[in-house]
């Protein structure tokens, strides 16, 4: 996120939601923005294909068709720029390429945007205005933005209509992404991703990767790793033959799991490290117990980039242990057994670590955006958003104060492309998938809560009743849904949430897990997966 959860609670004169089942997956922010609706009269836009909760408090509720996002939000500038609502100093002073941005946006009238959205003209141009004379106003986004083949551009359509009216670097504006799950920040923060190490430092950068090599000792790789979804897929054609699984269900939370079976078939050798045995430890040939976090000590950073202290309640049970000290004991016998031979006067050679803040002060001398989180500071509570450039910095609550980290801004001309597959004779459905508040990704621990279960016991289908009534399925009875990877079966759920031609269903459940069903085919620039539309029919059980 740009900016704090706080100040858009406390600043946005319009806070605009755009693929985010805000209070489903992030309650206590979909709280706080309830809240700031209703104790301070904040205008709520929400753009989403269902009617989700919050779009039940939202003053404009954009019912745009799945995958139309770029569209919608082209036609929302379009109107911007030709009533004269931009910020023309914040455009001149700050960003670049605003002139072939503004051509692209002229093709995108309210009345062509509706035309490819589904979303009337008339709203398209209120909530331009909305968001025009309530400012600042903020951007918050989710997986609906960006588990699309184009959501590298759907996110950068995001970032284009927040610079058009001048609201990033301030109070109450921003581009803001609320992170899936806990610490997955933090995970992207220290180089979980293929193409950066720690501090979004690129691997490709020769001055960057020489840092890393003299502070580990070995020669490193000036080449993007692999992604998940290319993982399997090199393993399937035997380019990747060892998988080590860390905390992660694939066999539940990728797309087309009849594929990722196959994939998990192929792989010789597979290692699992969690805290109960999923779906995936059926394909491992080692299961490594892992703890869970009441039981460590460390940190976690959290959507708004904080980073907050994390100290251990209980002990672990069983064998389970955890997580660095199960790596680091890898990490010591691959040495021990020859796999590398490190600098024994680099920095980092030996795997010696002692405790986390050993593990934070490496971060500190690697990672120029967390140099000045030290164990003292947070120990005495300091309230730390990265960057925090040393050990005197206060931290930084909002990106893009002064200037982007680029130097200017950049406009992003960018066009509506229509989803990779869309509903025709055989297939005239469309699936879109996402997250119920009562459960959490593959449930992997919120099956294993009573309450949770009983509040939502198994999967469901949000189907129209007009869709139902078509396919003779009564609310509560079973249907099929097939796509062109798979089939699941699951109880239909009817209900006007969804508008007719519009499936919902969810990966939690994983005898009818959606994910049978979604389309693999990647964005080419994140290769993230089109999880969120995809071609089905449907059929009584």
């Known amino acids: 996120m740009t900016n704090s959860i706080r100040d858009i609670a406390e600043e946005s004169g319009c806070i605009f939601i755009i693929g985010s089942n805000t209070s489903a997956n992030h309650p206590v922010i979909g709280t706080k923005i309830r809240r700031a609706k209703r104790h301070r009269g904040a205008k709520l836009i929400v753009a989403d294909p269902r009617r989700i909760d919050i779009a039940d408090y939202a003053d404009l509720h954009l019912r745009h ?316 509570g300091d309230v730390l958003q990265w960057p925090v450039l040393d050990k005197h910095h206060p931290g930084t609550p909002i990106l893009h104060k002064d200037k982007f980290s680029r130097g200017r801004g950049r406009f992003a001309a960018v066009d509506h492309v229509p989803p990779n597959e869309l509903p025709d004779d055989d297939y005239p459905l469309m699936l879109t998938t996402g997250r119920v508040l009562y459960h959490w990704h593959g449930g992997e621990m919120t099956h294993r809560a009573q309450g949770l279960e009983a509040m939502y016991p198994e999967a469901l289908v949000e189907i129209h009743p007009k869709d139902a009534s078509r396919a003779d399925i009564g609310d509560g009875e079973l249907m099929k849904v097939a796509s062109r990877r798979g089939e699941i079966l699951a109880k239909a759920e009817v209900t006007d949430r969804v508008e007719p031609g519009l499936i919902f269903s969810t990966f939690h459940f994983a005898e009818s897990a959606a994910n049978f069903l979604t389309n693999p085919v990647l964005d080419p620039k994140a290769k993230i997966p089109e999880f969120k539309v995809c071609a089905v029919k449907i059929a009584k059980a």
Request: with cysteine; charged share 25%; proline share 6%.
């Open 65 to 380: 068709k799945p995958g139309t996002d770029i569209a919608l939000l082209n036609g929302i500038m379009h109107v911007i720029l030709r009533e004269g609502w931009q910020d023309d100093a914040f455009i001149a002073e700050r960003t670049e390429d605003f002139e072939p941005f503004k051509a692209t946006i002229e093709n995108y009238t309210p009345e062509a945007a509706s035309e490819i959205t589904g979303v009337p003209a008339e709203d398209i141009e209120l909530a331009a205005r909305m968001m025009a004379e309530n400012q600042p106003s903020s951007l918050l986004y989710a997986m609906g933005i960006t588990q699309h083949v184009v959501g590298v551009n759907n996110v950068m359509s995001c970032a284009n209509l927040q610079m058009l009216l001048g609201n990033m670097g301030k109070p109450g504006g921003g581009v803001n992404p609320l992170r899936g799950q806990n610490n997955v920040q933090g995970a992207c923060d220290l180089g979980g991703l293929p193409n950066v190490f720690p501090g979004y430092q690129r691997v490709t950068d020769d001055a960057v990767r020489e840092k890393f090599e003299r502070a580990w000792g070995v020669d490193l790789p000036n080449t993007m790793g692999l992604t998940v979804t290319e993982m399997l897929n090199a393993a399937e054609e035997g380019r990747v033959r060892c998988l080590y699984v860390i905390g992660e269900n694939p066999m539940v939370s990728d797309p087309d799991l009849n594929h990722v079976r196959y994939s998990l078939q192929k792989t010789g050798f597979i290692v699992l490290q969690d805290l109960f045995f999923t779906e995936t430890g059926q394909f491992a040939d080692v299961i490594l117990p892992a703890a869970a976090f009441a039981e460590k000590e460390g940190t976690f950073t959290n959507t708004e980039r904080r980073i907050q202290r994390v100290r251990k309640a209980v002990e672990s049970p069983g064998e389970a242990k955890l997580d660095d000290w199960i790596i680091i004991q890898l990490a010591k016998r691959m040495l021990a057994l020859g796999a590398a031979e490190p600098d024994p006067d680099a920095r980092y050679a030996d795997w010696d670590y002692r405790s986390p803040q050993d593990v934070m002060d490496e971060i500190n001398y690697l990672s120029p955006i967390y140099a000045g989180v030290t164990y003292r500071r947070l120990e005495r």
